[in-house]
């Protein structure tokens, strides 16, 4: 990827450099809020399925010191951005990236063997309205060949018992992922993002534990936006500051 296709970017407040493609697919605060949404401890093994270009791992990386993260990516390119990422994010020592798919993955990701996993799947169904031009956007957002319920499957297949699976997606989308993970995680936890007060949720994120007992927690949810539009002082402790959002606890 040469020079000119990638922009360099920061996150939480600088602390993360983000070299992305300037075209196509680029990271939001969806990643910055997966990953505070993450219950993970220092020493933790975390996987990002889908990581892009790093965003949700080394944010994740940044927030809790001594997590170790591991990231799962199709797009080569997206690979290498995420390696050089983590090097310039100084969290290099605790971050892999792996090139694979659902389907087959790197023989180095053994099942069962993670605390964490987080995903931010395509929120787009697979034949459901029109895809972007751009095919890099199209590929990210746009389900392809693995649809969403094979995503929830991969996750639920890599966390061992008792750890937790984070998930971030359209809210309109959220029967869809419920319906994937009733039965198969326990304390799942439901928190809407609402991008200003009074209005409805675009986004949620569903977390569970896998093998727990405990019932669905629907949480009051986080405003994202004031009315003229900047960030909340929530949502600044979390997507400047690096602070956590206590989805899961325990």
């Known amino acids: 990827m040469a020079e000119g296709d990638v922009t360099e970017d920061r996150l939480l407040g600088g602390r993360v ?7 196509g697919f680029r990271a939001a605060i969806d990643s910055v809020l997966l990953a505070a949404c993450v219950p993970a401890a220092p020493g933790d093994a975390v996987l990002d ?7 949700a791992a080394l944010c994740l990386a940044v927030r809790v010191e001594g997590v170790l993260v591991t990231g799962i990516e199709t797009d080569r390119g997206l690979v290498r951005l995420a390696s050089d990422n983590a090097e310039a994010t100084g969290v290099g020592s605790r971050a892999r990236f792996y090139l694979g798919d659902l389907a087959s993955p790197p023989i180095r990701l053994s099942p069962a063997s993670f605390d964490h996993v987080m995903a931010n799947p395509p929120y787009v169904a697979e034949g459901s ?4 031009r751009d095919p890099a956007r199209a590929h990210a957002m746009v389900e392809s060949g693995v649809r969403l319920s094979g995503w929830l499957d991969f996750c639920l297949k890599m966390v061992k018992s008792g750890g937790s699976v984070t998930i971030v997606q359209r809210a309109d989308r959220l029967a869809d992922v419920l319906s994937g993970l009733n039965g198969r995680l326990g ?31 629907l949480l009051p949810g986080m405003v994202l936006h004031r009315p003229d539009g900047a960030y909340t002082d929530e949502a600044e402790a979390v997507l400047r500051a690096g602070g956590g959002l206590p989805v899961l606890r325990g």
Request: glycine residues 14%; proline residues 12%.
């Open 129 to 132: 309205g029109r895809p972007p």
């Open 49 to 55: 399925v889908g990581s892009g270009a790093g965003a």
């Open 187 to 217: 304390a799942l936890t439901v928190l809407p993002l609402w991008p200003r007060a009074g209005e409805a949720a675009k986004r949620v994120v569903v977390a569970g534990r896998k093998h727990s007992g405990a019932p669905l927690t």
């Open 17 to 23: 450099h983000l070299r992305q493609p300037a075209d």
